[in-house]
């Protein structure tokens, strides 16, 4: 039951995000504190490869869709506090907007990421809605029919490249999801005969979806409220892609061959693991990405990156996370994992990042 019970992690940091946010005052910064508090203790525990021994789906599924939508809760209860106190500062309605990002990057990327990968239509429908939280409500398209085909190769917009910083790749990526999501819908209705402006476009029903949200902000926050959430959603977005950062950075696959088990990074932190619903350990994920998340096995023979917490603050410093972090794990990697061909796209990465040719000679 502990394997169970230890999913509520992330909606209890979401409920005590909330709960500054509803004090108000210098409490709005609540959500924020939590990033270093479990940044530290993850960073300080050991790897953990233990299995989860959970079997029933709705006891698992329950943490996911409370996250989800508290999500997107806590962007009605931002607005619906700033306007109904004139009297917050702009420092405190900052530390509304950067709690409100961290747990909707730490929090809502990892649930809604497990529930729009679902078979079933009301848990795909609460994940792709529950996006609102990161302004994304197409990412879905892109990931599942782009990065779990593309992942690690050439081709894939969610794979940063050998010398490419935390920050070029955060601009750069969320914007060319969301063109290469349109580019998905619209060659998916050409295969079925219809036009890239037919009413099927998923695009318009995500539209919608934006459309009824901020109606529902305004409503609850008017022109403030619907401002300030939108600057929440903008800090969660490229806190995401932060995120996404580590998942794949540096690797290397031929286009269009067999993915492998060792093309995904591992973090096997367990507050890194148990937070982010095992988006962290997710090796089995890009093999079977129907497979929940309580059921993949920790690999402990692949190269793993520190906690996802404690990469995502060295990153933000390039030449530590370049020379102390990035490329020992990658110089393991290529001796290690990379075949003959992947070899050679990796002693090439290296030249175009400037770096050193670390591979071992036959």
């Known amino acids: 039951?502990?394997?169970?019970?230890?999913?509520?992690?992330?909606?209890?940091?979401?409920?005590?995000?909330?709960?500054?946010?509803?004090?108000?005052?210098?409490?709005?910064?609540?959500?924020?504190?939590?990033?270093?508090?479990?940044?530290?203790?993850?960073?300080?525990?050991?790897?953990?490869?233990?299995?989860n021994d959970m079997h029933i789906r709705l006891l698992a599924?329950?943490?996911?869709?409370?996250?989800?939508?508290?999500?997107i809760g806590l962007?009605?209860?931002?607005?619906?506090?700033?306007?109904?106190?004139p009297d917050l500062t702009t420092l405190q309605m900052v530390g509304g907007v950067l709690s409100l990002g961290?747990?909707?990057?730490?929090?809502?990327?990892?649930?809604?990421?497990?529930?729009?990968?679902?078979?079933?239509p009301i848990r795909k429908a609460i994940g792709i809605v529950g996006q609102l939280a990161f302004f994304d409500v197409s990412r879905h398209i892109s990931h599942n029919n782009g990065h779990h085909l593309d992942v690690a190769s050439s081709l894939d917009y969610d794979t940063a490249k050998r010398g490419e910083n935390i920050y070029k790749f955060a601009i750069q990526t969320g914007w060319q999801n969301h063109k290469e999501s349109f580019k998905l819908e619209g060659n998916a209705l050409k295969k079925r005969g219809k036009s890239v402006w037919s009413l099927s476009n998923y695009?318009?029903?995500a539209l919608l979806i934006l459309v009824v949200f901020y109606a529902g902000i305004y409503y609850v926050g008017g022109e403030t409220g619907i401002l300030y959430v939108l600057l929440?959603?903008?800090?969660?977005?490229?806190?995401?892609?932060?995120?996404?950062y580590f998942q794949h950075c540096g690797l290397v696959r031929v286009n269009h061959s067999p993915i492998q088990h060792y093309h995904v990074w591992n973090h096997l932190k367990p507050i890194s693991r148990i937070i982010t619903f095992?988006?962290?350990?997710?090796?089995?994920?890009?093999?079977?990405?129907?497979?929940?998340?309580?059921?993949?096995?920790?690999?402990?023979?692949?190269?793993?990156?520190?906690?996802?917490?404690t990469c995502f603050a060295v990153a933000l410093v390039p030449p530590i996370w370049f020379n102390f972090v990035l490329k020992p794990a990658l110089k393991e990697w290529d001796n290690r994992f990379a075949n003959d061909e992947e070899k050679k796209l990796a002693r090439a990465a290296n030249k175009a990042a400037g770096w050193e040719d670390w591979i071992e000679k036959k």
């Open 1 to 51: 039951m502990l394997d169970y019970l230890k999913f509520y992690l992330a909606p209890l940091v979401q409920v005590f995000a909330g709960v500054g946010i509803y004090m108000g005052g210098d409490y709005m910064w609540a959500g924020l504190v939590t990033l270093p508090v479990l940044a530290i203790l993850d960073t300080a525990l050991s790897d953990n490869f233990k299995k």
């Open 278 to 309: 095992e988006i962290t350990n997710h090796c089995d994920h890009h093999q079977d990405a129907f497979m929940p998340y309580y059921e993949m096995t920790p690999d402990k023979d692949s190269v793993r990156l520190p906690g996802a917490l």
């Open 75 to 85: 962007l009605f209860l931002f607005a619906w506090k700033i306007n109904t106190t």
């Open 102 to 120: 961290w747990v909707g990057t730490v929090c809502s990327l990892p649930s809604t990421h497990e529930l729009f990968h679902e078979i079933n």
């Open 232 to 244: 929440a959603q903008g800090v969660a977005r490229l806190w995401i892609e932060g995120l996404n």
């Open 61 to 71: 599924d329950i943490p996911l869709v409370i996250t989800a939508l508290l999500g």
């Open 203 to 205: 695009m318009y029903k």
